[in-house]
């Protein structure tokens, strides 16, 4: 299917697990270089890539996340269940992982591309998939063994199976290593006691990275990240949150009573889950900060045609200055947005450069315009703007979760602060 598409191109293409990427006719040397978080052999996307890539993702989402199914999906509050297998056989699933357990190597830049148009499409949808793609299969694909991967990847990737990442306790939000889920070592593995909050995907997971202490009288340097699996007995998901918006990413409680965890299921090493959940953070707010970027895009979808259609005092009320002006400011707020979270995971890309203070600066400066913008589009909108027939207070309600979720603002600002101290830290008296 994609094969013919390809062909029909005027770009040389080589079909990669039914997506199809440009080829990369002429990498230069200045393209190759060794970075620990992409798969090995990773070259930089060109503009390009790029451009096709995002033209693929608009043509799915043309076809398969509708207004309709978006609208859907909020009412209902329930995801779309067939939606995992057609993100899979489009390729979407494994944009950052290894083409040998079916992932598309392509890297953060590409990764936030597709985030940006799944959230433009619907913000929810968005999220559930960056929790899937992001934070449980590229956790695997960072910290899994070669079996873990082989084991996992594959039926992630394809959308047969659900993925989750729980680290959030209801005591334990921004002091996130403060959780009090336990994992005690048992005979050939570990055994988990605690409840998880808010998990996004939680209800219908099928693999979790879940994070808990081996060794809690050592703090931070006493927890260990786990994959669990659905099926394991002890483990279930106690409820399904009701929440204001991003309705329809599945959010959850989930209970670990007893589980039994193998050993083979310990994710990186023991007592070293800080690192994994620290390194995990910085590229996980790297591409959930292209969630608001996709509702802005949204938003502007939305106020830019009904301003202009919208006729008051005998013109459009597009051709008002204090209208202009919003949708000025919506506008460059967006540009200026997508700027740095497309600089900061080109510099990952091609440089192996993760800096702290960009991921959470780039995730909480969109985050605050979308749900600015998303008012705006309101605003734009008068009556129409409050009335559920329209995609504006669903836009609202979306935008508001990347101010709190990955880290709130206020925490945000605190992982800036710091990275500075840090780099500054001679300068102390
Ligand atoms: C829809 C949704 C999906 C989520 N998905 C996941 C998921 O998939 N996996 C997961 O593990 N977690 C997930 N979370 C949890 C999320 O990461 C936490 O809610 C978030 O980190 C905030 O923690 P908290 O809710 O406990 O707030 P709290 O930590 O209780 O904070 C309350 C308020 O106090 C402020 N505050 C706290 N400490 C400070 C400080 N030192 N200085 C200044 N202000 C401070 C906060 O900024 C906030 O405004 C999700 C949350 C939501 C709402």
Not at 42 to 57: G, I, Q
Not at 117 to 127: C, D, F, P, T
Not at 245 to 256: I, K
Request: charged content about 20%; some cysteine.
């Amino acid at each position: 299917m994609a094969t013919a598409k390809c062909l029909r191109s005027s770009v040389t293409y080589r079909p990669r697990f039914h997506l199809c990427i440009p080829l990369r006719a002429f990498p230069t040397s200045q393209h190759r270089h060794a970075s620990s978080k992409h798969p090995q052999g990773f070259e930089p996307p060109t503009t390009s890539d790029l451009f096709e890539l995002r033209e693929r993702v608009q043509e799915f989402t043309r076809r398969e996340i509708t207004p309709e199914v978006a609208s859907e999906t909020d009412k209902s509050n329930s995801f779309p269940s067939e939606m995992w297998a057609k993100l899979g056989s489009a390729g979407f699933l494994g944009m950052t992982a290894d083409e040998d357990v079916g992932g598309l190597a392509m890297g953060y830049q590409a990764h936030c591309i597709v985030m940006e148009e799944i959230s433009r499409a619907s913000g929810s949808i968005g999220l559930s998939y960056a929790a899937h793609s992001q934070l449980c299969v590229n956790q695997l694909q960072l910290n899994g063994t070669p079996g873990q991967k082989t084991k996992f990847l594959p039926n992630l990737i394809a959308g047969t199976q659900v993925g989750a990442l729980a680290m959030s306790e209801s005591g334990a939000g921004s002091d996130v290593v403060s959780m009090r889920t336990t994992a005690k070592e048992a005979d050939g593995g570990y055994v988990l006691n605690g409840t998880k909050m808010w998990i996004t995907n939680g209800p219908e997971a099928d693999v979790i990275v879940v994070y808990a202490k081996t060794e809690p009288e050592k703090g931070s340097k006493g927890i260990s990240a786990f994959i669990v699996e659905k099926h394991f007995k002890g483990f279930n998901c106690a409820r399904k949150l009701d929440k204001m918006g991003m309705r329809g990413s599945n959010t959850g409680e989930l209970v670990f009573d007893g589980v039994f965890v193998p050993k083979e299921n310990m994710l990186g090493e023991v007592n070293r889950g800080v690192k994994v959940l620290m390194e995990g953070l910085d590229l996980e707010r790297l591409v959930l900060s292209a969630g608001p970027l996709g509702i802005m895009q949204a938003a502007l979808d939305v106020a830019l045609p009904f301003t202009h259609q919208r006729t008051q005092f005998g013109s459009p009320v597009a051709h008002n200055q204090l209208v202009q002006g919003k949708l000025a400011d919506m506008y460059t707020k967006l540009q200026a947005s997508r700027s740095y979270t497309y600089e900061t995971a080109r510099k990952v890309d091609e440089g192996g450069d993760i800096r702290t203070q960009d991921c959470a600066g780039a995730i909480m400066y969109a985050a605050e315009r979308a749900t600015e913008c998303a008012l705006d589009c309101v605003q734009l909108l008068g009556g129409m703007g409050y009335v559920e027939e329209m995609p504006a207070s669903r836009l609202v309600r979306d935008a508001k979760l990347y101010e709190i979720g990955a880290g709130t603002t206020e925490v945000r600002k605190i992982v800036i602060g710091r990275a500075f101290n840090k780099e500054f830290s001679s300068y102390a008296p």
